[in-house]
C-alpha cells in the first residue's frame, strides 16, 4: 500500500451548502472535434438533446435549445479549439419525447448504458464478474466539492441507481466510500443506507488521490478486476439516462477560493461560458484576482472571458493574483520522496526525459519548497 499525502490546508473556503443554478445560458460553445462531421448549419434551429455532430463512434447533442450561429474559438483544458455557437431561445424544446423502455434485465440495461454513451461502464459490466460495487464520493482536488456535494444532494437516486445495478449483475457488495471528516455525507448516508442490505459505507482518511480509482480500490483492499468504482457523479448521470431517459447536457462545477465571498456548487449547461456563470454567481472580496481551472493541485491558470464548461471541467479556483517566486532547486528531495508513483520529478528538470508513469497529480509541484513548476517539465513544457 503506497503512502499517501494528507495535504495541508491553507484555505478556509465558506462552502454554500445549498445547490446553485445556473441552467439559462444565452448562449452555449460545443467544441467541433476532430473526424466529427457538423449536421447543422448557421441559422438551423436545434433542439434540447438534438444531435448536432457524429462520427462512426459517437454523437454529440445540444444542450439546449436554440438558433446555430457561427464558430467561435473557445478554451477547453487549456487549448484553443473551434466551438459551434447556439444561442439559446430559452424554450427547451425537445423533439417528442422518446418512449420508456422497461428495464428489466442485464441486457436490456445494458444497452441503455451504451445507448446513453456510458460506453466503458457497460462492457466492464458485459465483460467481468464484478464483486464490488465502489460509490466514489470523494473529490481529490482539495478545493473542489462535486462528488461530496452530489452524493449529499441526491443520496436517494445515487443508492438505488447502484442497488438496480448490483441486482442484475449478482454484485454482492456495494460500498459506499467517503472522507471521515465529510460529516454531512456520514450523517445523509447513514440515514439512508438502513433499506439497503448490501450497502456499507467505508470511512476513508482525508488523503490526497484517494478520489482516485485506483488507490481508492488499494486503500479498501479490493481486487482490480471484480472491483466497479463509478463516482456519484456518474451514477446520478445513469439513473437520469435510465430512469428519465436523459442524455447528459449538464454538469457540476465548483468555484471556490479565498477571493469570493461563498464558495459554491453550480449546476451548469456543458458549454457555458466561465464569465457569465462567475458574472451572475459570484462576489469578489478582492479586485486582483487569478482564475485557477480544475483545482490547485491538477489546474492550469485560465482566462474565465475564453473558457467553456466541458464534460470533465470540475471549477474554478480564484485566488489573489500574486506569483510566486520561483527559487533554485535545493536538492531536499521531497518531490521524489512524495511522488506515489515514484517518479523523479527532479530528474525530469534536470534531464529533460519525460516519465510515461507521470498521473500529472501535481503533488510534487505543490509541496516543492522552492515553488518550480515541475509539472511543466514533467509534461515536456519549460518553465516561463
Ligand atoms: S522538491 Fe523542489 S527543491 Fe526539492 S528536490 Fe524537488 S525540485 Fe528541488
Ligand atoms: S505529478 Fe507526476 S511526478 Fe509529480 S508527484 Fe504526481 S505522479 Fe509524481
Redesign the pocket.
Known amino acids: 500500500m503506497r503512502e499517501l499525502i494528507k495535504l495541508n490546508k491553507n484555505y478556509k473556503y465558506n462552502l454554500d451548502n445549498k445547490l446553485v443554478m445556473h441552467l439559462d445560458p444565452d448562449y452555449v460553445y460545443i467544441p467541433i472535434k476532430k473526424n466529427y462531421s457538423l449536421l447543422v448549419k448557421n441559422k438551423d434551429l436545434v433542439l434540447k438533446e438534438q444531435i448536432i455532430m457524429e462520427n462512426n463512434l459517437n454523437k454529440i447533442i445540444s444542450p439546449i435549445s436554440g438558433v446555430a450561429k457561427e464558430i467561435k474559438m473557445r478554451n477547453i483544458a487549456g487549448a484553443s479549439v473551434p466551438c459551434l455557437v447556439i444561442e439559446n431561445d430559452f424554450k427547451e424544446k425537445t423533439k417528442s419525447m422518446r418512449k420508456k423502455s422497461k428495464i428489466d434485465s442485464r441486457e436490456a440495461l445494458i444497452s441503455k448504458l451504451y445507448e446513453y454513451y456510458f460506453k466503458y461502464i457497460a462492457s466492464v459490466l458485459e465483460t467481468h464478474k464484478i464483486n464490488n460495487l465502489v460509490i466514489n464520493g470523494i473529490e481529490d482536488e482539495p478545493y473542489i466539492f462535486n462528488n461530496p456535494f452530489i452524493l449529499n444532494n441526491y443520496c436517494k437516486e445515487i443508492l438505488a441507481m447502484a442497488d438496480i445495478i448490483a441486482d442484475f449483475f449478482a454484485i454482492d457488495k456495494i460500498i459506499v466510500a467517503i472522507k471521515a471528516s465529510d460529516t454531512l455525507n456520514v450523517n445523509k448516508c447513514l440515514s439512508i443506507i438502513g433499506t439497503y442490505p448490501s450497502v456499507k459505507l467505508s470511512l476513508v482518511d482525508d488523503k490526497y488521490l484517494l478520489g482516485n480509482s485506483y488507490f481508492l480500490k488499494e486503500y479498501l483492499h479490493l481486487e482490480e478486476l471484480d472491483t466497479l468504482v463509478l463516482s456519484a457523479k456518474e451514477l446520478l448521470d445513469i439513473n437520469n439516462a435510465i430512469k428519465n431517459e436523459r442524455h447528459i447536457t449538464e454538469s457540476f462545477i465548483t468555484i471556490s477560493g479565498p477571493c469570493i465571498e461563498k464558495s459554491k456548487v453550480i449546476k451548469v449547461k456543458i458549454g457555458t461560458l466561465f464569465k457569465d456563470i462567475i458574472d451572475k454567481n459570484v462576489k469578489l472580496t478582492t479586485p486582483n484576482v487569478k482564475y485557477i481551472l480544475n483545482g490547485l493541485m491538477t489546474g492550469e491558470e485560465c482566462d474565465i472571458a475564453n473558457t467553456i464548461v466541458a464534460t470533465s471541467t470540475k471549477g474554478i479556483i480564484i485566488i489573489p493574483d500574486e506569483k510566486p517566486q520561483s527559487e533554485v532547486c535545493n536538492n531536499c528531495g521531497l518531490?521524489y520522496k512524495?511522488?506515489?508513483?515514484k517518479?523523479n520529478?527532479k530528474k525530469v528538470m534536470d534531464t529533460g526525459k519525460i516519465?510515461s508513469?507521470?498521473?500529472?497529480?501535481?503533488?510534487?509541484?505543490y509541496m516543492c519548497p522552492c515553488h518550480i513548476n515541475?509539472?511543466k517539465y514533467?509534461r515536456g513544457e519549460n518553465e516561463e
Not at 357 to 365: F, K
Open positions: 518531490c512524495i511522488c506515489p508513483v517518479v520529478p516519465s508513469n507521470c498521473l500529472d497529480c501535481g503533488l510534487c509541484s515541475l509539472r514533467l
